[in-house]
């Protein structure tokens, strides 16, 4: 099986590592967003990448969404990158654009084969698990914000099978990092989706980056309480969900229901050293006044625990404040914490 030709839909943090390393690699890949200074910027001078140990500029092919029409090839691959909200009409737009065999490869967060597999044909998706962090804060320039030997990715099928396209894809992706794949999709998509519940919306609320979050016992103890209720209604629906970045979910159960509390600090704070100090994408998104995915995340939780009778205070509390912060009702700021400890 051989994938040629490329796209990334949605050249946001995410989709502008792809898109960098792929093309500095020498791989056909068309890069297609909707914000006209960054189409331009990556047009004219190319796509910047920061890294923590290198930095480079690429020469790539950037294309804007209402250009897309004059796109004549169909793609292999398009890896869809755009935000969870976007996901559904993104699915639609594209169908054109995909081979008969060709395949989308959603590189989000949240868990959106539940709604684009409907659009897009459910073996026609494959899951792909973003395990780097990057931030894009500028037209043109894209910073990866976790190490280069972090894993950035998991891949998997949807009906869990280990398949030689999921293989050809670990091998495309090999120049962004050392990526694998996974018989266990939805119990990856599981362990990411409890990671962003925890760190990207208490970012959100508060405008604190991941090395602050880590250091406050405060945000700790909220975190456990997330992640207990989460790991709750995975466990709930059969879900075997994978490590949270390295450190079993059975850890992040227990210190929720009472023992291993102190235990999982020590280790939380070990496998933190990797993270870095980024902005979690949340946060990004609140600097740039802009929509968040809090729905998609922490009110997925939500609408899961109700559907099989699991209570999710703490989550449905993040929502609610998120919101807030999204309208300007609240502002953010690590003061905020403090409406979750009265709630929770």
């Known amino acids: 099986m051989a994938y040629e030709k490329l796209a990334v ?42 890294a923590q140990d290198e930095e480079f500029t690429g020469k790539v092919q950037a294309v804007h969404l209402a250009d897309a029409c004059g796109l004549r090839d169909q793609f292999d691959v ?30 989000q967060n949240s868990i959106n084969e539940d709604w684009v597999a409907p659009v897009i044909g459910h073996t026609r998706v494959i899951g792909c698990v973003i395990t780097m962090g990057a931030a894009l804060y500028e037209p043109g320039h894209a910073t990866r914000t976790t190490a280069s030997t972090r894993p950035p990715f998991a891949l998997g099928e ?18 962004v990092g050392p990526s694998h794949s996974t018989a266990n999709l939805w119990g990856e998509r599981w362990a990411k989706l409890t990671v962003n519940c925890m760190a990207n919306s208490i970012a959100g609320i508060t405008s604190m ?14 975190f456990v309480k997330i992640a207990g209720e989460a790991l709750t209604v995975a466990e709930k629906l059969g879900v075997q969900v994978e490590p949270l970045n390295g450190i079993p979910a059975k850890a992040f159960l227990d210190a929720a229901r009472g023992p291993g509390f102190k235990e999982l600090h020590g280790a939380w704070m070990e496998q933190g050293k990797t993270v870095g100090a980024g902005r979690p994408s949340l946060l990004q998104d609140v600097m740039k006044s802009r929509r968040t995915e809090v729905d998609y995340l922490n009110g997925y939780i939500v609408r899961k625990g109700r559907e099989v009778d699991v209570s999710t205070p703490t989550n449905e509390a993040i929502v609610e404040i998120a919101k807030r912060v999204e309208t300007g009702e609240l502002k953010s700021n690590p003061a905020n914490l403090k409406l979750l400890t009265v709630r929770s």
Do not use: C
């Not at 949807?158 to 120049?175: D, S």
């Open 9 to 50: 839909f949605g050249v946001g943090a995410v989709g502008s590592i792809i898109g960098g390393y792929l093309s500095r690699a020498g791989t056909d890949i068309t890069l297609i967003d909707m914000w006209p200074a960054h189409v331009e910027e990556m047009k004219r001078h190319g796509l910047r990448i920061t």
């Open 78 to 107: 398009v890896f869809l990158a755009v935000k969870s909200y976007d996901s559904v009409w993104a699915a639609h737009f594209l169908q054109p654009y995909l081979k008969p065999a060709g395949v989308l490869v959603l590189a």
């Open 158 to 175: 949807l009906n869990g099978m280990i398949t030689p396209r999921v293989e050809e894809l670990v091998k495309i992706l090999a120049p």
């Open 209 to 222: 980056n991941n090395a602050e979050m880590r250091d406050s016992p405060d945000v700790f103890s909220i």
